[in-house]
């Protein structure tokens, strides 16, 4: 079969994708919309999402949206690497993780991140400051986790991949000029977190791992570990 992935610069569920794809090794045709030309709105995309939302994956006649549905059918559908585990632990362990972060981890990191990035800091100061303490909670507990390598066994999972595109989410929001008068707390990361960077840094080293990058996140703008200091 030939995968289709219909994907938006930014889009962090897209980001899951493409990571997924990355360490599966798997090929496929990219088609990058841009959101402020509405190309998720044209009838021709609606037709297979009529959601009008990335990511949304074609792979011969089935067609799929909602990203961690996609990680679930590429795993069956191309078991090597897996991504949910070898064994039922591993796999329930690994769901464990990419769900506690829905409920808990990207709550915890919208409501800091999101009125940053979008310009809404100023109507959303007071939030921004109530929330943080749940996001450097999180972080915490992740920090804990991943000291020792991945979140589940020793290769990188779902959960990781799930994890990191919400950590690279923070990180964009804490180094916006927004943030800086904010005196959020997270800078330097590197010194608050370095079990972060470290496990941060692996998933960087994927092969293909560049071309997964937001494009308009690329000049520079994504804070990788190097530049987490």
């Known amino acids: ?15 899951r994708v493409l990571l997924a794809l990355a360490a599966k090794n798997l090929p496929y045709t990219s088609r990058l919309l841009s959101f402020s030309q509405r190309e998720t709105r044209t009838p021709e995309f609606l037709a297979l999402n009529p959601r009008g939302k990335v990511p949304t994956l074609k792979d011969g006649d089935l067609v799929l949206n909602e990203s961690l549905a996609i990680l679930a059918y590429l795993d069956r559908a191309y078991p090597e690497v897996p991504l949910f585990g070898r ?9 464990r993780h990419v769900m506690e972060f829905e409920s808990h981890g990207d709550p915890a990191i919208s409501t800091v991140a999101r ?3 979008f310009n809404t800091l100023a109507e959303n100061e007071a939030k921004v400051r ?3 303490p749940a996001l450097v909670a999180e972080l915490d507990t992740l920090a804990a986790r991943v000291a020792d390598g991945p979140l589940v066994g020793n290769t990188l999972s779902a959960a990781d991949i799930v994890w990191f595109c919400g950590i690279q989410y923070v990180a964009r929001a804490a180094t916006r000029p927004a943030a800086a008068s904010l005196d959020l707390g997270l800078w330097p990361f590197a010194e608050r977190w370095p079990a972060i960077v ?3 840094a692996r998933i960087e080293a994927l092969p293909g791992y ?9 000049e520079g703008a994504v804070p990788s570990p190097a530049r987490l200091a």
């Not at 079969?1 to 980001?15: F, K, V």
């Open 1 to 15: 079969m030939s995968i289709e992935l219909y994907w938006g610069s930014g889009s962090t569920p897209a980001w």
């Open 87 to 95: 064994t039922a632990a591993e796999t329930g362990q690994v769901w």
């Open 115 to 117: 009125p940053i990035l």
């Open 130 to 132: 109530e929330g943080l």
């Open 198 to 200: 470290r496990w941060a």
């Open 210 to 218: 560049d071309a997964t990058v937001p494009p308009h996140w690329r």
